[in-house]
């Protein structure tokens, strides 16, 4: 795909940050350094107790396209994406983590992946890009992780059977593969029309998100190129208690939905195997708890 540099969209680069003071300014610089122009970088800071305000107050002050929001109390990573939608102005968005790296051409093969998809083959439905990624762990462990839809040339995996791929497990042609939001890409007005991202939602807001997406019949188109470096930190809401807490409000979100599918297939629900029912059963009361 051909891009006319002079008739370039604004494309926003959204980077929620807490307590990044050591990692911040490398990844704001990797928003710097794309290629793509025009670009305007939003972030926001969920209310740091180190140094990563001062950090980006001065960033802020030397970039002109810089722009720093500082929430009014701590509200967690969706709260803080939703307010880089309200204040966001480009055509794209793009979303970089605190501590993450991205390859300069990381915007420009997302935006021509997305047009190239919408003009051949989602036929008016919202369109949604992530990137393969490089995750690297304290230990200097080094992984490269998939995504979903890196076939090119044909139809990504979409609409319905995407929500069956990621709630029961189902198998789904090139369908298999991680959407975390530090690699997306898509329309603000995709973003708007499925209202952001919901603030219950601490963890596994993505996973929310692209089941939400799906039902609205989204499609889901990925690159096999690990453009994002991702640095595997650990942080206040990395642990198993609050991994568990927000896979409960998941599934009970998204209960009415695999029961449905479950009915629909003939299957019960308590015998899916799929990664967010693991060791969880419905109790008594119809609700989702821990086994």
């Known amino acids: 795909m051909a891009i006319d540099k002079e008739e370039q969209e604004l494309i926003t680069v959204g980077i929620t940050s807490y307590n990044a003071a050591d990692l911040i300014e490398r990844a704001v610089n990797s928003a710097l350094e794309q290629t793509w122009r025009p670009i305007e970088i ?34 967690g990573v969706s709260a803080s994406r939703n307010r880089i939608l309200k204040e966001a102005k480009g055509t794209f968005v793009v979303f970089f983590d605190d501590d993450d790296l991205s390859l300069p051409n990381r915007i420009t093969e997302q935006y021509k992946r997305i047009c190239d998809y919408e003009q051949n083959f989602a036929n008016g439905k919202p369109v949604v890009c992530h990137t393969a990624r490089l995750q690297i762990y304290p230990d200097g ?30 198998p789904l042609k090139d369908g298999y593969g991680e959407c975390p939001t530090c690699s ?34 989204g499609h889901f188109v990925g690159i096999s190129s690990p453009l994002v470096t991702q640095t595997m930190t650990k942080t206040v809401d990395k642990h198993i208690d609050e991994e ?35 060791r969880l059963h419905h109790g008594p009361d119809g609700r989702l708890e821990r086994t």
Do not use: W
């Not at 979409?158 to 929500?163: D, E, H, Q, R, T």
């Not at 329309?187 to 993505?206: A, H, M, T, W």
């Not at 599918?261 to 195997?273: I, M, N, W």
């Open 42 to 75: 939003v972030i926001v800071d969920d209310v740091s107790s180190d140094g990563t305000v001062r950090v980006l107050k001065r960033l802020a002050k030397k970039h002109n396209n810089v722009r720093v929001y500082v929430n009014e109390k701590n509200s």
């Open 141 to 170: 462990e080094k992984r490269c992780v998939k995504t979903m839809g890196e076939i090119e040339g044909r139809v990504a995996p979409n609409g319905i059977a995407v929500a069956d791929r990621i709630l029961r497990g189902k």
């Open 184 to 217: 997306q890409m898509a329309r603000l007005s995709v973003y708007q029309k499925l209202d952001g991202f919901d603030k219950l939602f601490r963890r596994g807001e993505d996973t929310d998100f692209n089941i939400r997406l799906a039902v609205a019949g």
């Open 244 to 278: 568990l807490r927000n896979s409960l409000i998941l599934l009970e979100k998204h209960k009415a939905l695999m029961d449905e599918r479950s009915d629909y297939e003939g299957d019960a629900l308590a015998d899916v195997d799929c990664p967010l029912c693991h």
